[in-house]
C-alpha cells in the first residue's frame, strides 16, 4: 500500500508534464496525420487442389505429408523474389502504357501517375512501348543492370511504394484457410489500381512459376532418361548386329545344333573307325590264308600286270567313293550323281577283276581237296575288301583331320558368343531400367499436369470502389498513450538514479536515517498567502515531536546539525525558537560565529555546553547550532549531551557521498541511547513532502479536500468542512 501511495504522489508531482506533453504530442500526430492516405484492400482465393488432389502414380490421394510440403512449397513461391521481380516489372510496364496523367483509369489514378511520370527518367519512357505491354517488359529486362545507377534495378530494389520487391513482400499476405485447398492473397495500397492489377499480375504469375518449377524438374528428367534410352538403344542394336556379322562370318546358324552335329559325328566316325579296323583286320588274315592256300597261284595272278593295274583302280575307286561320301554328308545333287557313277565303275572294275582272274587260273583243279576256283573267287574278295578297307581307312583319316579342325573352329566361337550375348544381356538390362524409369518420369509429368490443372483462381480479384477505414484514430490514441508513457518512464527514471532528498520516503531510503518532520519553501505566487499558516503548522509539528523528548527539571539541548552551509539550521532555530517562546517555554539558542567560535580550541575540546558559552543561564531548552560538519567536526561529548540531535538538510539538494560518509560517523559517534532520538529535518520541502508531517495544507478548497482524499486513499470517505 506504502508502495502504492508513493506512485500516486508520483503522478500526481508531475501532473502538468503528464497533462501538457501528450497533448502536445497528440496535436503533432493530428497534423501530421491530416494528409493520411487512403488504403485499398484487394484479396483473391486460389483453389489448390494440393491436399484433396489424386496421385494417378500410386492410384490413391496425395499422403498428409506431401500435401503439406507442396501447400507451402506454394506459398513460399508466391512470395518468393522470382516471383515478385517478375510482377514488379509488369506492373511498372502496365502503369507505363495505360496510365494517363489527366484521368484516373482502372490502372492508376492520374495523381499518382504524374509523380510516377515525373521521376522516370527519359531513356526509360523510350523503352515504354504504348502498343505492347510485353515488349514494353523484355525492352525494361534488357535495360536493366545491376548497378545503382540503374533506374529499373533502383524501382525494383530500392523503396518504392509500388515496384519494390521488398515492399511487394512485406504488403503481400498469403494464408492458407484453415485446413482446406484454398489460400487467400492480399495486398493493400494508396492507389486502387496499383492494388487491383498487382494481384491480378500475381495470380498470373505465380501459377506459371509453379507450373515452370514443377514441370521443369520433370522434363530435366524425363530428357535425361530419354537420352540414355536411345544410346542404349544404340549400344544394344550395335551389339546385336554384332553378334548378326559374327555369325555370319562364322557360318552360324544355331551353334548349340551345330556342335551337337559335330560332337555326333565324331562318336558315328568313331564307330566306323572300329568298323574299317577290324574289316581290314579280318580282310588281311584271310587274304593271307588263302594266299598259303592257294601257293604259287596266288603270286601268279599278283603278278599280272591287269590284275595289278585293275586292283590299283579299285583301290582308287573304292578311295573316291569314301571321299564322294564324305562330301555327300550335306545332300549335294553333284557329289550324289559323281557318287553313283563312281560305284557303277567299281561294280564294273571288281567284274574285270573277276574275269581277269579266271582267265588266269586256266583249269579247274583242287588244293588240298579245295576247289581252286572257289579259292580264287574267296581270295579275289577279301584282296578286294581288303582294298576297300584300306580306302576306307585312308577316308577316314581325312574325316577325322576334318572333325578335329571342326573342334578347333567351334571352340573359341562359343567362347565369343557367349561373351556377345552377355553384352547383349547386360545392355538389354540397362535399357529395360532406363525404359521403365523413362515412363515413370512421364507417367509422374502426367500427374504432375493433373495436379497443376487444379491450380486456378476461384475468387479473382475486384478493383476496389471504397478504402478501407484509416487508423487516424488509432495512430492518434498510440501517440497520446506513448508519449504519456514516454513521460512517465522518463521522470520514473529520473526517480530511481536521483538523489535528491526531496521527500521523507527517499530521505529515508537514501540515507538510512529517519526524518522527524519537514519545513516548506516559501511559495511565490498562488499560496503566498498562506506562507505564514502553512509555517506555523510545520512549527507546531516539530515542537509536539520534539517536546516529548524533553524531561523536566533539567536543561534540553537540541543540536542541530548540517552537512553543508545554508541548509536552514538557522531558519529552524529560529522559527523554534519563537515558537516556543510564544508558549512561554524559556528558550537560550547558541550560535556559531556569534556565541563561540568554530576554530577556537575551546570548541574543538568541549565536553559540555557551558565550554562553548560560559554565560549559560538554567534555561529550559537549549538550542545549539553548529557549524557545517563538512568543514567542522563536533565532539561526541557535545553530540551525546544534547536531548535530541537534529540533521538539518535541505530536500531540494542532492545528498553526496560525502554527506552519507559524514552521516555515518556522525551515527557512531551516538551512543545507542542517543541514536535513538538522532533524527533528520528537511527543509525548502514542497507541500507534498510537508503533508505527510502536519496534514492537508491550506487552501481548503473543493478540489483541494478531493486531491488530498484521494492521495490518502479515502475512495469512500465522506468530505467535511474544514474548520477556520
Not at 304 to 321: H, T, V, Y
Not at 465 to 471: G, K, Q, V, Y
Request: a neutral charge; charged letters at 25%; one cysteine or more.
Amino acid at each position: 500500500m506504502e508502495y502504492f501511495r508513493y506512485i500516486v504522489r508520483f503522478l500526481y508531482r508531475i501532473r502538468w508534464y503528464l497533462a501538457i506533453f501528450p497533448l502536445i504530442g497528440l496535436l503533432v500526430a493530428w497534423l501530421l496525420t491530416r494528409s493520411l492516405e487512403k488504403e485499398y484492400n484487394v484479396k483473391t482465393t486460389i483453389y489448390t487442389g494440393i491436399i484433396s488432389g489424386y496421385n494417378i502414380e500410386t492410384g490413391t490421394s496425395v499422403s498428409a505429408a506431401n500435401s503439406t510440403v507442396n501447400m507451402a512449397n506454394l506459398i513460399h513461391i508466391i512470395t518468393t523474389e522470382r516471383t515478385l521481380k517478375e510482377v514488379s516489372l509488369r506492373l511498372f510496364a502496365r502503369v507505363m502504357t495505360y496510365g494517363d496523367e489527366q484521368q484516373s483509369n482502372n490502372y492508376i489514378t492520374a495523381e499518382h501517375f504524374r509523380e510516377l511520370n515525373a521521376s522516370v527518367p527519359q531513356e526509360v519512357k523510350a523503352l515504354i512501348d504504348k502498343r505492347s505491354e510485353r515488349k514494353t517488359v523484355e525492352n525494361l529486362l534488357a535495360y536493366e543492370r545491376p548497378s545503382s545507377g540503374n533506374f529499373v534495378y533502383g524501382l525494383l530494389n530500392y523503396g518504392h511504394p509500388y515496384f519494390s520487391i521488398g515492399v511487394l513482400s512485406s504488403k503481400i499476405k498469403v494464408a492458407r484457410l484453415e485446413n482446406s485447398d484454398l489460400i487467400e492473397i492480399g495486398y493493400s495500397s494508396n492507389d486502387p489500381g496499383i492494388a487491383f492489377n498487382t494481384l491480378e499480375i500475381l495470380n498470373e504469375e505465380f501459377i506459371r512459376q509453379y507450373q515452370d518449377i514443377r514441370f521443369g524438374e520433370t522434363d530435366n528428367v524425363i530428357k535425361f532418361f530419354a537420352g540414355e534410352v536411345a544410346r542404349l538403344y544404340k549400344m544394344l542394336t550395335n551389339a546385336e548386329d554384332s553378334l548378326i556379322s559374327y555369325n555370319v562370318a562364322k557360318r552360324i546358324i544355331n551353334y548349340g545344333e551345330q556342335t551337337k552335329m559335330v560332337a555326333v559325328m565324331d562318336a558315328d566316325h568313331k564307330g566306323q573307325e572300329q568298323a574299317i579296323l577290324m574289316n581290314y583286320t579280318t580282310s588281311k588274315a584271310l587274304t593271307e590264308f588263302f594266299e598259303n592256300k592257294l601257293g604259287g597261284q596266288a603270286n601268279i595272278i599278283r603278278s599280272n600286270n591287269d590284275f595289278l593295274a585293275e586292283l590299283n583302280n579299285i583301290s582308287k575307286l573304292k578311295s573316291r567313293i569314301s571321299n564322294l561320301e564324305l562330301m555327300n554328308e550335306g545332300g549335294n545333287s553333284e557329289v550324289n550323281e559323281s557318287l553313283e557313277l563312281a560305284r557303277k565303275e567299281l561294280v564294273e572294275a571288281e567284274q574285270r577283276i573277276r574275269q581277269i582272274t579266271n582267265d588266269i587260273v586256266a583249269e579247274n583243279s583242287t588244293v588240298n581237296n579245295v576247289d581252286v576256283r572257289s579259292l580264287i573267287s574267296q581270295w579275289l574278295e577279301q584282296v578286294v575288301l581288303l582294298e576297300k578297307s584300306q580306302a576306307e581307312m585312308e577316308a577316314m583319316d581325312i574325316r577325322r583331320k576334318n572333325l578335329d579342325d571342326d573342334f578347333l573352329y567351334f571352340s573359341p566361337i562359343g567362347a565369343t558368343i557367349n561373351r556377345k550375348e552377355r553384352h547383349i544381356g547386360f545392355i538389354e538390362g540397362n535399357y529395360m531400367e532406363m525404359l521403365k524409369a523413362l515412363n515413370a518420369a512421364r507417367l509422374r509429368r502426367r500427374n504432375l499436369q493433373m495436379t497443376t490443372a487444379t491450380l486456378r483462381v476461384l475468387n479473382p480479384p475486384l478493383f476496389p470502389l471504397t478504402a478501407m477505414p484509416t487508423n487516424r484514430l488509432l495512430i492518434l490514441l498510440a501517440t497520446y498513450a506513448l508519449t504519456f508513457f514516454f513521460i512517465a518512464g522518463y521522470f520514473f527514471l529520473i526517480e530511481l538514479l536521483d538523489h535528491t532528498l526531496r521527500d521523507r520516503r527517499r530521505t529515508e531510503s537514501i540515507t538510512g536515517g529517519r526524518v522527524l518532520g519537514a519545513f516548506p519553501k516559501e511559495s511565490t505566487l498562488r499560496y503566498r498567502r498562506f506562507n505564514k499558516i502553512i509555517n506555523d503548522m510545520a512549527m507546531r509539528h516539530l515542537s509536539k515531536t520534539l517536546l516529548p523528548y524533553f524531561k523536566n527539571g533539567q536543561q534540553n539541548i537540541v543540536n542541530l546539525l548540517s552537512t553543508e552551509e545554508k541548509d536552514g539550521k538557522s531558519l529552524v532555530a529560529n522559527e523554534l525558537e519563537e515558537y516556543w517562546n510564544s508558549l512561554g517555554l524559556s528558550v537560550r539558542r547558541l550560535t556559531y560565529d556569534e556565541d563561540f567560535l568554530s576554530e577556537d580550541s575551546k570548541y574543538v575540546l568541549a565536553e559540555k555546553a557551558s565550554d562553548l558559552c560560559p554565560d549559560i543561564a538554567n534555561d529550559e531548552i537549549l538550542l545549539i547550532e553548529y557549524p557545517c560538519l563538512k568543514e567542522y567536526s563536533v565532539s561526541p561529548a557535545l553530540l551525546n549531551m544534547g536531548t535530541v540531535n537534529l540533521m538539518v538538510a535541505r530536500a531540494n539538494r542532492a545528498w553526496k557521498d560525502t554527506d552519507q560518509k559524514v552521516f555515518n560517523e556522525l551515527r557512531k559517534n551516538l551512543s545507542e541511547e542517543k541514536q535513538a532520538s538522532f533524527f533528520i529535518y528537511l527543509t525548502q520541502a514542497d507541500r507534498n513532502a510537508v503533508e505527510e508531517f502536519t496534514g492537508q495544507l491550506p487552501p481548503y478548497t473543493m478540489f483541494k479536500n478531493f486531491i488530498y482524499r484521494m492521495s490518502q486513499l479515502g475512495l469512500t470517505s465522506v468530505e467535511y468542512k474544514h474548520a477556520k
